[in-house]
């Protein structure tokens, strides 16, 4: 007996868009390509450079227009909601991996001609407008994304009689009027001057009210109203013609409800989606809360794959379309309302399959889909999904920190100097830790540090089939046309490729001393500090840098200091790290060490036995180092194996030649913090076999540069009380466990909105951009304003832009600092761009900080009201946390600079004796720090100390004063 579906699906005639275009060249849908010279066209009037026909010669689409995520549906039986490029260059495979666009990201229209940039205002002539979209699948809407236009809600397309959380939220966005490719004013620039809303689908209208310099009114493009108004040369186009006709429909009803006397019409219309890749991270902090979603494309791809396997010629806008076909015949076969006699032998097989998928997640009738699929998920968690969970650790017997190369270098020059004085109660822990690595292994050439990226979790795909039905395949996710199994906001699984064992350094107050500033707990726990920091460095240095500031801070703050190294960074150079003194982790020591150890453990013991097991697990990795893996960077920022002499710590982090490369060494930085930060608690300093010395003790973070970038996002995740509920009580052992909530975060000199961070950055963007110049893609084209739109919407799932609002709301206890025209991570680029970059109002320290602010409640950081400022003039007072503090950076070699917070001295030819002597800025920042992690206000002069500065640019911060930037 037939049995009703898993998911009744409501798909109007299609997913994607019907038909299959092929490449043109038998001509067979090459008609017509719109390519007009009619006589009649008055060339004196501006239009849009749009040509929407994807099967022209030349299409000219929007770089974020729906048209290239759909287009996908229609070339294989796979498709995974990701754009669709023929192309060879780093973009267009950045385009093939999108599941949506920017949330942040500057996006450009060209037009043909010259416009009037009087004319053209946001929300005036250019409209940016959220829209009511509905799920493809009505009874599961998490199964598919909602990016076809054919969701949008046609009785209310633009959310008026939504309510509650379900309001659609205006964006707040600038345009403005550009040159780009040589041309002058010749294109608008619809500039976000917050964070666009996640996987929200929005409609760009640009009214004929935008003149051109001529003083005439703009006009559709001629291949827009050829296409969409006029008749097709070739049906393949229909459902193009529909989305071409909806968009325009859409941009004229909202013209015609606008309170003028003159109604405008749409000179240039379109849809584009926000994508939702923060979901990656979120999903690695806390699977079950992906679970219900998870469960849902669990069910559908079971049943398009029972279709698919019985109609193998069809692409995926057709499968869809032909799923609901048969799900409807076999519920009316089921209730006896159809002859099975006129069915086709295919239709009875498709039919038959649907049955066994049913029987499959029914267990027989005696649970359940949901049920069925909740078990076969939590079997997997914490096995193929990943958890942040307490990992294997190895320390070495503590030394002193006085003991260290750079504090007795520092000793011999001056035996009263502070840090000299504080090392004597600070003891150092040099070890290791196994972390999951989600990047590629170098491989043996080196080169899958710079071509691997992350890609989707087949092992969890095979795991979940052998639990719903041993031995068959009873579900495939969607892949990209290529095959592969992508990871984005739609799917946000990511595959482990490897357990690394990497170094750590912990910083901890004497045991033996015991500092005044600690607490002198004598009870069964013994001593223990009153936190533990998390610290995470900047770009293109090592763990070492944390080691004068982490001796103060423990000897002064009572705080335990966590260091690990960022992705591809490491101990390296002539003094075997920035801060000489720590060890490179060797394989083969570590080897012998903690065989020596599991020689002295008790197997029989059970509690010593899972201790055995961890160790070796420790020692079994799949690598075991310095995470440079020995390799750095050559002229063409291509790896080469190297000794650690020649090695340039992080020289291969940035990767613009390869967007995913350099995305996901940036989540891997966060994951492993998560992972640290779940650790913390298991760690055995004291080497009594008894692991957990640091259990109980509140956990704080201090992220610096490029640690600040990754730590705004870890700590956003870490405080997300959500996604922190629902990962407690998720772990498959039954262990208690409880992940830390950051009690203080301190963020150093970081910045959001990483790709235009990095080309306003006067000492990185260089490198940066001249290697895209050599490639042909400079500042002030539209390929260039294409690459770095493309390179943010591929980075928007790891950028702090996207979750420092998140941040500010579940951290009150939280300092961020700016050095005051910092050269490295630029205050910001609204205002004062780099030239010639064009304006980047959420790029930058201080936009960081508004968005906190916003978080926190505020609505203006320059008011100080919410996100309480200290600046030069403050310098006899103090404030509460959450606090921005401002650090005169007038000259980098006295005052302060980038590096000030780890290095008060640091080498730099510009500078007299070829030294930066910023003491006086180091000894305000860790004396700050101190009080912020310990709870405390945040004094703005401590000892008198001048070191504050006053930034001209707070007023602009996200355009808060309404000005647009020059």
Known sequence: MFKKTLISLAVASSVGLTGCFDSGETGANANPDYQIEDTTIDKSIVRPIYNPNPIAEEPAFPINADLILLLGATQSANYDFTGLSTGTSPADDAVNDLSGFSTS???????????????????????????????????????????????????????????????????NFRADVVSVDGGANNAVRVVPLEPLTEGQKYLVVVTDDVQGANGKPIERS???????????????????????????????????TLPVSDTPE??????????????????????????????QKIGFTAQLKAVRDNYPELNFSQLTT?????????????????????????????????????????????????????????????????????????????TEAADLATIQGLAQQDPTNAIVQAAAQVQVHQGAITLPYFQSLPGETGAGIVTGSWTGNTSMEAGLNENLSPGETIFSFLRDIDGTLNVNGYFPFPQKKADTTVPVVVFNPSTDSRPGTCMDQDGSDGFKPNGVTIFQHGITVDRSVSMLPAILLAQRACQTVVAIDQPLHGLAGATAGTVAGLSPLDEDALTADVQTAIGLLDPNDPNQAALIAQLNALISADYIGERHFGYTANANLQPVEAPLTDISSGSLFINPLNMMNSRDNLRQGVVDLLNVAASIQAFDINKDFAPGDLAGVPVNFIGHSLGGISGTVFASLANDATLNATLNGTYPDGAPFTFPTLGSVVLHNTGGQVTRLIENSPSISGRVLG???????????????????????????????????????????????????????????????????FSAPLAGTEPLMALLDLGAGGTNLADGADLNLLQGE?????????????????????????????????????????????????????????????????????????????????????????????
């Open 322 to 398: 032909k799923l609901g076909e048969i799900a409807t015949l076999a519920a009316q076969l089921g209730a006896g309302q159809l002859d099975p006699a006129t069915l086709t032998a295919q239709e009875l097989a498709a039919i038959t399959a649907l049955s066994n998928v049913q029987d499959v997640l029914t267990a027989d009738g005696t649970q359940t889909p949901e049920t069925t699929l909740r078990n076969a998920i939590a079997a997997e968690v914490g096995d193929t999904i990943h958890l942040p969970v307490p990992r294997p650790s190895f320390f070495d017997p503590k």
């Open 105 to 171: 990201g500057a996006f450009t229209l060209k037009f043909d001609g010259e416009l009037n940039p009087a004319t053209v205002m946001a929300n005036a002539t250019v409209f940016l407008l959220p829209l009511n979209v509905g799920p493809a699948v009505s009874s599961a809407p998490e199964a598919l994304p909602n990016t076809n236009p054919s969701s949008i809600v046609a009785t209310d397309p633009f959310g008026q009689g939504l309510t509650g959380e379900d309001v659609l939220t205006q964006p």
């Open 874 to 966: 403050d310098i006899s007072g103090s404030a509460a946390t959450p606090v921005a503090v401002f650090f005169d950076g007038s000259n980098p070699c006295s005052t302060a600079n980038h590096g000030t917070f780890v290095a008060p001295q640091a080498p730099n030819d510009a500078c007299p004796g070829g030294f930066a002597v910023t003491s006086d800025a180091f000894t305000v920042m860790v004396t700050q720090t101190a009080q912020a992690l310990s709870g405390g206000n945040v004094p703005a002069s401590p000892n008198n100390i001048d070191a504050l500065g006053t930034s001209p640019t707070l007023a602009n911060s996200l355009d808060q004063d309404e000005q647009a930037a020059p």
């Open 222 to 256: 001629v291949q827009d109203v050829a296409l969409a108004d006029g008749v097709l040369g070739n049906p393949a186009l229909a459902n193009v013609k529909t989305i071409l006709q909806t968009a325009d429909k859409l941009a004229n009803g909202f013209l015609a």
């Open 771 to 837: 290697g895209l110049a050599n490639a042909g893609v400079t500042q002030g084209s539209s390929d260039f304003e294409s690459f770095f739109y493309v390179f943010q919407s591929i980075s928007d799932a790891g950028d702090p832009v996207n979750f420092a609002k998140g941040l500010g709301a579940s951290t009150s206890n939280l300092l961020i600092t700016e050095v005051v025209g910092d050269s490295t991570v630029p205050n910001e680029a609204n205002v004062k761009p780099l030239s010639p970059a």
């Open 266 to 295: 749409s000179a240039f219309a379109y849809t584009f989606t926000t994508n939702s890749d923060t979901d990656v991270l979120k999903a690695m902090m806390a699977p079950a809360a992906f679970g219900s979603a998870l469960g």
